[in-house]
């Protein structure tokens, strides 16, 4: 089985998380797992694009943005040239609300370059699956991945179910979420399109993340989907 992982980081990622992975050991797990391509990010932009460039076709580069730190908004169109292909929010991150409309002009960078964009969800009170919600019916032509799709909380990803049956525009990424059974149910109620495979690495480890994946009750090629051709659709690759 073909495999995009839709969203993981680099580097070191420090305080409560004390985690961490290094470009050889990223590269090394992606062969082990099979893993053809990830969605990679990580705060500064220019070891992404290192690693992009040492690894050809390897990386789908996320460009990170921070609403609260204007001078990653002015870089988006430059990054953009060089490569980048998606952008990244995390709300918890960098305590900013989902919704607010400090987000718009990152949105709009993103509609006017036909850009997706990522957004880390399930956390109170800032990256709720609502809020989301609220940011996609602003967008309607942005591509926006709910990473996470509610993370570990049950409410909150029956939440990211229900807002992405509601906005066409919204798309679910699985990684740390706990339940295989909601990747079906995404799959079969939100749309056959719209729920992808991740492993939010180093956070988490490809093994476990692929395990849901296999045992949500779908059959093969529902999980091609999945694994493959809905990240492969979502990043325009
Ligand atoms: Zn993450």
Redesign the pocket.
Known sequence: MKIIDG???IGYIGGWANVGINEEELIAQMDRYGIEKTAL?TEDNEVTCGVMRRNPGRIIGCVYVNPLNPATVDAMEDYFARGFTAV?L?PLRHGYCADSEMLDPILEKAEKYNVPVCI?SGHPPYSLPWQIGLLAERHPNVKIMM??MGHGHGVYIDAAIKMARRYPNLYLEM??MPMPGKIKEAYETVGADRVMF?T?TP?HHPTVEIQKVLTCGLAEEALGDIFYGNAARFFRL
């Open positions: 969203h993981a980081h990010c990244k995390n880390h990473i996470h990684s740390g991740g939010d956070f």
